[in-house]
């Protein structure tokens, strides 16, 4: 694969992603140690990653399980250190967790004795906001994913899917630029993951953000991406431009060709990477 940053950028080059939002991942390699009895036990996860995100942009991962998406990102949002390469969110070097990125993961870890308001007024009052404003926007994002006539429930009184909608306001309430969600939707049964994904592609549009998705499923990169990197074994094996029109309705994307075409070709390049780890 390529490895100069610029040539793997989705759009403008360098310049492009040092602006605020734009991700530039660099030679990054990460082996994680630990001991096992007396010995001390390697496994190298990532090997001499490289690819960049215009702000902005959508970019979702795929590769097979053990590959190393999870561990990019949890790099990319300073939760883990890497072994060697460097990592700049807007232009800067990332050091560690910061408000300019938000992460979402497969369970959302809600506290259960706080209703879903307060569960993101809480984040908020860790991200070091005023309670007036923690309030405001609180209410203004539990009711952007569509969960204003639920404020007062407890995550115990909210579906799976409903507890998922309320990760990503807690998420998106800290205003970062830099949204990171790893397999977001993974947990969700097929139909309310289809209800996320059009609810995601409904709030990208109203707030713009850079988002990293990871996921397993090749439909869902599709319908949602401006790009997809595929990774296998540590590394960036490939990447597909997904120029299919915007604003993107998922029913009109599965009627459309060029949408199949998309997803057979990464279906390909996908068994090739596990080809590879065989
Ligand atoms: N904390 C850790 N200590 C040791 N090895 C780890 C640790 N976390 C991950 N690994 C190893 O690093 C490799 C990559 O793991 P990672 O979680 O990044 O994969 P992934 O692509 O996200 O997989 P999945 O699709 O199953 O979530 C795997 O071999 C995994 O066993
Ligand atoms: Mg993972």
């Not at 949002?77 to 497969?106: H, K, M």
């Not at 969600?181 to 309310?192: R, T």
């Not at 296998?232 to 075409?261: C, F, M, W, Y």
Request: charged residues 25%.
């Amino acid at each position: 694969m390529r490895s100069d940053a610029a040539a793997l950028s989705g759009a403008g080059g360098q310049s492009a992603v040092q602006a605020t939002g734009g991700i530039s991942v660099d030679r990054l390699s990460k082996t994680y140690e630990r001991i096992v009895g007396r010995e001390l036990s390697r496994t190298a996860a990532l090997a001499d990653v490289g690819f960049d995100v215009a702000p902005q942009e959508f970019v979702s991962v795929i590769g097979p399980s053990g590959c190393g998406k999870s561990t990019v990102m949890k790099i990319i949002a300073g939760l883990l250190a890497a072994s060697s390469g460097d990592v700049r969110v807007s232009g800067a070097s990332v050091t560690g967790p910061g408000t300019d990125r938000a992460c979402v993961f497969q369970s959302p870890g809600l506290m259960p004795w706080k209703n879903a308001v307060d569960n993101v007024a809480l984040a908020l009052e860790f991200a070091g906001i005023s309670r007036a404003e923690r309030r405001r926007r609180a209410a203004e994002y539990v009711e952007l994913v569509g969960l204003g006539e639920f404020k007062q429930h407890y995550p115990g009184e909210l579906s799976g899917g409903m507890q998922q909608r309320l990760g990503i306001a807690r998420a998106l309430a800290i205003e970062p630029v830099v949204l990171l969600m790893d397999e977001p939707f993974g947990a969700l049964d097929a139909l309310s993951r289809t209800r996320m994904q059009d609810e995601l592609l409904r709030i990208w549009e109203q707030r713009k953000k850079t988002v990293l998705f990871i996921t397993h499923s090749i439909d869902e990169a599709v319908v949602l991406s401006d790009r997809v990197l595929v990774m296998g074994n540590g590394t960036i094996a490939a990447e597909v431009e997904i120029d299919l029109p915007r604003p993107r309705s998922r029913h009109e994307l599965l009627q459309d060709p060029k949408t199949l075409d998309l997803m057979r070709r990464l279906e390909d390049l996908l068994d090739a990477t596990r080809g590879g780890d065989a």
